[in-house]
C-alpha cells in the first residue's frame, strides 16, 4: 500500500521565502518513495510525501516550523493511495 503525508503550513507575514527553505531543509529518516514540495498564494507552503507502508505506520513526518514562521499551527493529513487514472 502506498500511504500520502500532507504537510501544509503558512508563513508569517513576509517570511514565504523563509518557510520554504526551513521545509525543504528537513530530512526524514529512511526517506519516503517520493517528496514534493508546493508553494500557494498566501506564502502557503505544501509537502507531500510517498511511503510503502500501511495506513497506520508509524512514519516521520515534517516537525512544526519554528513559531515565529509561521501564522497558525501546520495541518497534517495521512492519505491511502488508490491508484493513477
Known amino acids: 500500500m502506498t500511504v500520502t503525508l500532507m504537510w501544509e503550513a503558512r ?16 530530512r526524514l529518516p529512511g526517506g519516503p ?3 514534493e514540495t508546493f508553494t500557494a498564494p498566501q506564502d502557503r507552503v505544501l ?4 511511503w510503502d507502508a500501511p495506513y497506520d505506520a508509524g ?6 516550523p519554528p513559531a515565529d514562521l509561521v501564522t497558525r499551527a501546520v495541518h497534517r493529513w495521512r492519505f ?3 491508484g493513477t487514472d
Open 11 to 26: 508563513a508569517a507575514e513576509g517570511r514565504g521565502a523563509d518557510l520554504l527553505e526551513w521545509a525543504r531543509a528537513q
Open 33 to 35: 518513495l517520493r517528496r
Open 47 to 50: 509537502v507531500l510525501t510517498w
Open 59 to 64: 512514519l516521520p513526518e515534517l516537525p512544526d
Open 80 to 82: 491511502a493511495s488508490h
